[in-house]
T-cell receptor, first 113, second 114 residues
Framework: EPEVTQTPSHQVTQMGQEVILRCVPISNHLYFYWYRQILGQKVEFLVSFYNNEISEKSEIFDDQFSVERPDGSNFTLKIRSTKLEDSAMYFC???????????FGSGTRLTVV | AQTVTQSQPEMSVQEAETVTLSCTYDTSESDYYLFWYKQPPSRQMILVIRQEAYKQQNATENRFSVNFQKAAKSFSLKISDSQLGDAAMYFCARGGGSNYKLTFGKGTLLTMNP
């Protein structure tokens, strides 16, 4: 069964550093997403990406965040200058559209120290 | 704001018994989808069951079934013949809009009684 792959599984970074979280969505999917889950809290939508551009973003997704699909297969989330409150589990997901086949990756646990 | 509400922060069930997890949602869209996800301690998001809002028939996946009440905007999950492996956090989610983003509830922690 096709999978969404995320790397790394766990990243520790110092406050103020830049991090890049990587995802390989399912190859024939058209919609790509990043979600965030702070420990003990609900999963929150960050951004959706369709047709090589951001299609929707939440208020959480401010100027320190950016996404890219540089080579047609990888989908990355960059956090420019990390803060302590960015510590969370970050999930990538992809979908062919229409609410079907929505698939999550296993997540990247980001710890900012 | 279009919200998803899970009113039960925690539920417990005995092995082999049945438990129902509640979920209500708010939406202004006519076309949307509803999901239940299971999150074990590994924190992976595992799809349990999905329901299209335009379908009146309740979705079923083996021991998992839903009670979808569209007019009441209610989407509860019933787990029958509960097993130890069912212990996890369960999230209800609504998907829709042009980008099909998901809006999640706060989750219900399901624990197994010894």
């Amino acid at each position: 069964e096709p999978e969404v792959t995320q790397t790394p599984s766990h990243q520790v970074t110092q406050m103020g550093q830049e991090v890049i979280l990587r995802c390989v969505p399912i190859s024939n999917h058209l919609y790509f997403y990043w979600y965030r889950q702070i420990l003990g809290q609900k999963v929150e939508f960050l951004v959706s990406f369709y047709n090589n551009e951001i299609s929707e973003k939440s208020e959480i997704f401010d100027d320190q965040f950016s996404v890219e699909r540089p080579d047609g297969s990888n989908f990355t989330l960059k956090i420019r200058s990390t803060k302590l409150e960015d510590s969370a589990m970050y999930f990538c997901a992809s979908s062919p559209g229409g609410g079907y086949g929505y698939t999550f990756g296993s997540g990247t646990r980001l710890t900012v120290v | 704001a279009q919200t998803v509400t899970q009113s039960q922060p925690e539920m417990s069930v005995q092995e082999a018994e049945t438990v129902t997890l509640s979920c209500t949602y708010d939406t202004s869209e006519s076309d949307y989808y509803l999901f239940w996800y299971k999150q074990p301690p590994s924190r992976q998001m595992i799809l349990v069951i999905r329901q299209e809002a335009y379908k009146q028939q309740n979705a079923t996946e083996n021991r998992f079934s839903v009670n979808f009440q569209k007019a009441a905007k209610s989407f509860s999950l019933k787990i029958s013949d509960s097993q130890l492996g069912d212990a996890a956090m369960y999230f209800c989610a609504r998907g829709g809009g042009s980008n099909y983003k998901l809006t999640f509830g706060k989750g219900t922690l399901l624990t197994m009684n010894p």
